[in-house]
């Protein structure tokens, strides 16, 4: 029975995921721009924090490197677009990232707690400065111009790249690399005694995630007439996907997902409504997650859920 029970509520999650998918496929069809641009920007943050999630979540290393390649796949969708097929400035901008970021791993991932989340936070100062510098001295100004995108290839583009990037979240969470993720996150020591390549693990799968928030960067940046260093490797979207992860939960990927939807949906709200409560909402939320739903919105759910199966059950126990 239980067997049965559990297959039922698996179906029953595909289905109504399958009816999501479906939904945000037809959505431009009958909506109109303004639904179309921020559900866009809805995707993107699920892609920044599922990303941040793949490598944080199961090993606890706190990174604040996400705009830092966010910047890196904006700036190469403002120099390449203009000249080479959108599709392929995507893939380029996920391969750079890729390559900075195992060059990154490799240096950063031998450190542990602090001293890692203070150099991914580092990074994204330093190549705002690089950029800047080189800008001024290659061509006399700051910033420059995108080629841009139509809104509806942006939205597709971007929920392509979420349907990818929950694929991609899902498979490594049940590969060889995702228990060793496990391991490392709950006793590095003993997973390193154990067999597993450590290092190697932590850069490859940190290295896999910067793919993801490259590509959203190449994406975002066609929406954009003009960007520049303070645009691209703006600090906000270092720090927002950690808070998005935090409310949502990180130990099932549905959390960071949940999360990402409800900030992104409430700043939104906040900017355009009460834009001088922006910060202010933002603080007492994380507050209230930090004090009292230590896993999350889903960890809540999940106890909810078992104390109502359980009381349910008690009658028939007695």
């Known amino acids: ?52 999630v793949l490598f944080a979540g199961p090993t606890r290393y706190i990174s604040l ?15 390449l677009n203009a000249s080479l097929p959108f599709p392929l400035v995507v893939i380029l901008a996920g391969v750079f990232c890729f390559i900075v970021a195992l060059g990154v791993g490799a240096l950063t991932l031998r450190l542990k707690g602090v001293y890692f989340t203070i150099f991914t936070f580092g990074l994204v100062q330093l190549l705002f400065y690089a950029v800047a510098e080189i800008e001024r001295i290659a061509t006399g100004k700051r910033g420059r111009f995108v080629a841009t995108e139509g809104t509806e290839t942006v939205y597709y583009a971007m929920f392509i790249l979420v349907v990818v990037t929950l694929l991609v979240a899902v498979l490594i969470r049940r590969s060889r690399h995702g228990l060793a993720l496990s391991s490392i996150g709950q006793y590095e020591e003993a997973a390193s005694h154990s067999g597993v390549n450590v290092v190697r693990t932590k850069v490859l799968i940190f290295a896999v995630s910067s793919i993801f928030m490259g590509m959203a960067g190449a994406i975002v940046a066609t929406r954009r007439a003009y960007i520049d260093p303070g645009i691209a490797f703006d600090l906000n979207v270092s720090f927002m996907p950690v808070l998005m992860a935090i409310l949502g939960g990180t130990r099932h ?32 939320v994380m507050v209230i997650a930090i004090l009292f739903l230590p896993r999350g919105l889903v960890g809540l759910a999940q106890q909810l859920w078992r104390k109502y199966r359980g009381g349910a059950r008690a009658p028939a126990g007695g």
Request: net charge positive; hydrophobic share 60%; charged share 5%.
């Open 253 to 284: 990927l549905v959390g960071p997902v949940i999360g990402a939807i409800i900030f992104a949906y409430l700043g939104e709200f906040l900017l355009t409504r009460l834009p001088d409560l922006y910060m202010l909402v933002f603080g007492a």
């Open 65 to 79: 490197a996400s705009a830092a390649f966010y910047g890196v796949g904006l700036y190469t969708s403002a120099i």
């Open 1 to 52: 029975m239980k067997t049965n029970s559990l297959i039922s509520s698996k179906n029953a999650g595909l289905v109504l995921l399958g009816v999501i998918f479906i939904v945000l496929a037809l959505l431009p069809q009958f909506t109109h721009a303004y639904v179309i641009v921020l559900f866009s920007d809805i995707m993107k943050f699920v892609v920044l924090t599922v990303a941040w």
